[in-house]
């Protein structure tokens, strides 16, 4: 079984950066499609970045923010700089065995593995 629990949530400051991280247990990191989602209050789930099993980060990743695995560690991070206001949001990552097409990364149908999420709050 497949299980994921995220971390590095809290409060920051407009404009610093914050890493979150992804520990996955039941299966390597390596293995498996990986993706990162938030959702804010009253809003729907949205995508922000995805990750294949290998040839690197070929999803559409936003601009101020980065998807990687360590592998050492059987993690995925998601670095998040230059922070706003509208990024607040509870963060969950998702992840699959399978080999979906880059297309295919933004959509939460893609992923049967999903994390509790974790709260970033960005305020002054």
């Known amino acids: 079984q497949v299980q994921l629990v995220e971390s590095g949530g809290g409060w920051v400051q407009p404009g610093n950066s914050l890493t979150l991280s992804c520990a996955a247990s039941?299966?390597?990191?390596?293995?498996?499609?990986v993706a990162w989602f938030r959702q804010a209050p009253g809003k729907e789930r949205e995508f922000v970045a995805g990750?294949?099993?290998?040839?690197g980060p070929t999803s559409s990743v936003r601009g101020r923010f980065t998807i990687s695995r360590d592998k050492a560690k059987n993690i995925v991070n998601l670095r998040m700089s230059n922070l706003e206001a509208e990024d607040t949001a509870v963060y969950y990552c998702?992840?699959?065995?399978?080999?979906?097409?880059?297309?295919?990364?933004?959509?939460?149908?893609?992923?049967?593995?999903w994390g509790q999420g974790t709260q970033v709050t960005v305020s002054s």
């Open positions: 998702a992840a699959d065995t399978g080999n979906p097409i880059t297309s295919s990364l933004s959509l939460a149908s893609t992923y049967e593995h």
């Open positions: 039941g299966r390597t990191i390596s293995t498996l499609a």
């Open positions: 990750l294949k099993k290998t040839g």
